[in-house]
Each structure stands twice: as C-alpha cells, then as structure tokens.
C-alpha cells in the first residue's frame, strides 16, 4: 500500500505534464531536502555536478530524492517484482497508469519525478562552467547523479539477471509505446551496463555509448550495420590484424570492398573517395603497433563533404589524451579490455557517437547478440574510476622510456608519437594531451636476438595485450603474424626486430633498468 500510495501521489502530481527525459538525480537523500533551483530571471537553470539538472518547461520545484527507508517500506509483492529493476520503475510505472493530459500542473506546486535513469543525466557533469575534468567524470558520471538503481551503496550494484518483469499488461503496453521507460531483456540493456555506458560517453562528451562483449565485437558489429551491402570502406594499412582479417575476408562476402590508404597519406583519401561510394572511414588513431595518428579534424572534414561517416579506434589513446568526437569523428570505438578497464581481467568494446549512428548499430546488435556481462560491466566502473591516475602514469612513464630507448646503440628506431622523430608528431601534439602508455621499437639485430631482450626482461609478462597495470611485452611477429610467411609480414610492415611495450604502471626507475639490462643480452 506504501508503493501504492505513493505512486498514485507522484503519478498525479505529473499526469497533467508531456513526458520529457528525466534530468536529474537519483538517490536517496537521507534529510529530504533536495531542492531544484531556477534563476530569478526564470531561464533554465544552470547545471551543476550536485544540484541536480534542467526539467525543459517545469515551474515548480521537483523533489528528486527518496528518503533511506522508501525501499524498506516496499511490500513483498513489489520488491519482488522490482528488485532488479529499482524503485525508479516503480515509481514511473505509477505515471503510465495515470491518464495523460495536456493542462499544466498547478503553478507553484512540488513535481515529483519517477527516478528513471538517462545519458542525459549526467549532462550536468558536461557543462563548460563546471566540472569538466576526466578525473572527476571517471569517477562521478553515470554513478553520483541518474543511476537507475536506487540504493545508498556507493558502489553501483550488479544487476544479475536475464530478464525483466511487468507488473501487467497495461504497464508492458505503456513500456512498447514508450509511455514507460524500463527493461525488458538482457540482450538489450542491463542497470549496471548502463551506468558503465554512461560513464563512456561523459569521457567522451557522447550522446550514448553502447558497449559489446568486446573491441571486435564493436568492430564487427559496427561495420556491419553502418555499411550496406555492395558498399565501400576506406582504411588504413597499419591496424590491429584481425580488423584487417574481416575487412579482407568477411565483408566482401556481402559485396563490400575496400581501399586502404597510408594513414598520413590525404590525396590518396580524396582520391578513394570520389572514385568509389564510400559509407564509412575506419582507422586507428594511433595505429597498432607503429603508432602511426590519423589527422582525425581534416580526415573528417573531407569525409564529411561526401557523406562519409568517421569511426576512429581511439584504444591506444583513451578518453583522456584524446578527444575524437570534438575533433569532428562520428564514432569513437575503444577496446575496452585495454586502458579503460584496466585491468587484464575483463573483455569489452564500446561505440559512442550521437543517438542515431549509435542506434543505428545498437539495432543490429540487439539482433546479433555480443552482450556484455553485468560482472563485466562491474568491473568496467570498477577500472575506469582510476583511469586519468593510470593514464597520466602511463604517459609519463612511455614516453620517458621512449627517449632512453631513441638514445640507446642497440635500438634501431623508435616509434612513439611523443617524440619529434615521430612522423606524425605535429598531429599527434595537436590533438592529444599525451602520448599514451604503448612504445614500439626495433632492436638492433634479428629475430633471435629480438627475442633474446624479451626473454631478458624481468617485470613485463609477454602477453598479447596492453594498457593494464602490469607492462606487457611482445614480438608481434611471433605472437600475432607466426602463422604467416616472411614475405607476407614484410608486405604488411611486420618486422621480426619490432618489439611492442606496453608500459604498466610500475616505477618508472624499475622499468628503464629492467629495459637497460635486458638490452644487454642482445
């Protein structure tokens, strides 16, 4: 009867008012005094990280908060029917049983709203005149305002479950004409997932984010459903091997070519793209493994002029050395097994770009499946709250190393787009706040003797990976390209003394020395 009650209360208070995307905070507030505040000029509000967010078109205060004990108060039936969905939906479904009316609420009288969450919740964490710093988002967005899930824990909840429940058919009815906002079925979206999505896409100052059960199954999924059939891709030559595998191999089965370009290579670009009718741009930026940087502004405005979408693989960057939508990118795509978890203990890719590129894929992946774990998710906003700490360390740490290796007799040549040798330097220095954490590098020798430093080193495991904790080390032509013959590496760049470090985030004095002595061996 509390639930009840309660919900006919609130379902009232806002039958009289169009539904509009709930903007605002979701958590219990232990005194009761959370307060909407409006200018004197009655503008909208200005949107704080703590003062909640605007309500397009509301008068009167909202009162946003639950007390501590409303869950308490829940009867059995209800939370049995809501435990995985949160008191929020309880709270909306009581909107849609009311009906809807065009007459405004009383002037002046409290709004109470149901506590649904939103992407557009932590638009408040956006503005330019607040908090903007990647730190503060890592570890505030998604979670500190709009989490769909009501509870006083700071840490947000895993949501296990494969399915969602109605409370009848009236509310179902509502729920597939978009009069109730909730959950259906796991495949197409989970509260937990979802805070983790929206923490992605406050990095990224995204409309949305989707995230996949990993970085190909982002690819994958994303080419297949921005590129019809009989279409065209422009790519780059160096990238991670097994995109390459699918562009050659999968989409031309459906009659999709390809034309692949050097990635600083700008009239190769324009002439792909008035020679053939290209639906989608697709690079890394910076490239796997020799770092090449896509100048992401003027690849997009050319792109642009032809209708062309932009999807940048920002990986190796992550969200907090680059930004590839304010550069002009449609899609930023991370394998967010890498930095953004962090890690080395869960798989995960993530899409972010505007509503509809985005929806367009998060279609076809509610068809084709790839879902993420709720644990999955968990872990996910469990590694991105020290993202920036790990990043900054990272940075700092390979590029340093960078530097010691460019002076050292034994190697060959460095690729690193923090140092001025680079190739692409200047674009790298125009559009990154750093470098990131990857150094590749060619020893002075062969295969063997390649092999001989690795074998040497004494901190970094040798694993196909990076952007964890621990540094990892490889030979990317044993560990990626063995399978492949010495003239097939050589076509595709894949030298046997190219070495791929991916610096964790160990002391710095450790690593250089470790690095030194193996040096030694070769």
């Known amino acids: ?20 995307p709930p903007l605002f905070e979701c958590r219990a507030d232990p005194s009761g005094s959370a307060k909407y505040e409006r200018s004197d000029s009655g503008s909208s509000p200005r949107k ?10 509301a008068s009167a205060p909202l009162i946003l908060r639950f007390p501590p004990n409303f869950v308490r108060q829940l009867s059995i039936k209800a939370r049995r029917n809501c435990s995985n969905i949160g008191v929020a939906q309880v709270v909306a479904a009581s909107v849609t049983n009311m009906p809807v009316s065009s007459a405004p609420a009383n002037a002046g009288e409290p709004l109470v709203l149901n506590c649904n969450n939103s992407v557009q919740a932590d638009g408040a964490l956006l503005e330019k005149d607040f908090v903007t710093p990647d730190g503060t988002l890592a570890v505030h967005s998604g979670e500190k305002t709009g989490r769909a899930i009501v509870t006083d824990a700071i840490a947000t909840p895993i949501v296990q479950t494969s399915t969602y429940t109605f409370k009848n058919t009236a509310e179902l009815i509502a729920f597939q004409e978009g009069r109730f906002t909730s959950y259906e079925y796991g495949r197409y979206g989970n509260p937990t997932t979802q805070v983790a999505e929206e923490k992605i896409s406050a990095l990224e100052r995204a ?35 097994r995109t390459r595998q699918f562009i050659q191999t999968v989409l031309p089965k459906m009659g999709i070519t390809a034309t692949v370009i050097d990635p600083a290579d700008i009239d190769s670009l324009e002439m792909a793209l008035e020679q053939n009718n290209v639906s989608l741009f697709f690079s890394e930026s910076p490239t796997n493994p020799y770092l090449r ?27 907090v050395n680059q930004k590839a939508l304010a550069l002009g990118a449609d899609i930023v795509l991370h394998s967010v097994t890498k930095y953004i978890a962090g890690h080395n203990d869960v ?7 505007s509503n509809k590129v985005i929806g367009t894929v998060r279609a076809l992946h509610n068809v084709l499946g790839g879902v993420l774990s709720p644990n999955a998710a968990y872990l996910i906003l469990r590694g991105i709250k020290t993202l920036h700490l790990r990043v900054q360390q990272q940075n700092s740490t390979a590029l340093r190393i960078a530097r010691t290796l460019e002076a050292h007799p034994k190697v060959s040549r460095v690729h690193y787009p923090g140092l001025e040798s680079h190739p692409e330097h200047h674009i790298a220095k125009r559009q990154m706040s750093g470098y990131g954490g990857v150094v590749s590098f060619e020893i002075a020798g062969d295969l063997q003797a390649t092999s001989r430093f690795i074998d040497s080193l004494k901190i970094p495991y040798i694993a196909p990976s ?7 080390v490889e030979q990317p ?46």
């Open 347 to 353: 798989l995960a890719g993530s899409l972010s770009g």
């Open 207 to 241: 409309e949305t984010t989707l995230l996949l059960a990993s970085g190909m199954c982002a690819t994958t999924t994303m080419m297949l459903a921005l590129v019809p059939a009989g279409g065209h891709i422009i790519t780059t030559t160096d990238c991670y091997r």
């Open 477 to 522: 032509t044993i560990i990626s390209y063995w399978d492949q013959s010495s003239e097939e590496r050589a076509r595709l760049g894949i030298k046997d003394n190219l070495v791929r470090f991916s610096c964790g985030v160990e002391a710095f004095d450790d690593i250089q020395s470790d690095i030194l002595q193996a040096l030694e061996a070769v």
């Open 293 to 319: 940087c896509i100048d992401i502004e003027l690849v997009s405005k050319l792109c642009h002029k032809k209708g062309v979408l932009v999807c940048i693989d920002c990986t190796f960057a992550t969200p």
């Open 466 to 472: 990076l952007g964890g904790c621990e540094s990892l």
């Open 48 to 57: 704080g990280f703590l003062n909640g967010a605007a309500f397009p078109g």
């Open 1 to 20: 009867m509390a639930v009840a009650n309660a919900c006919m209360i609130m379902g009232a208070q806002v039958a009289g008012r169009s539904r509009a």
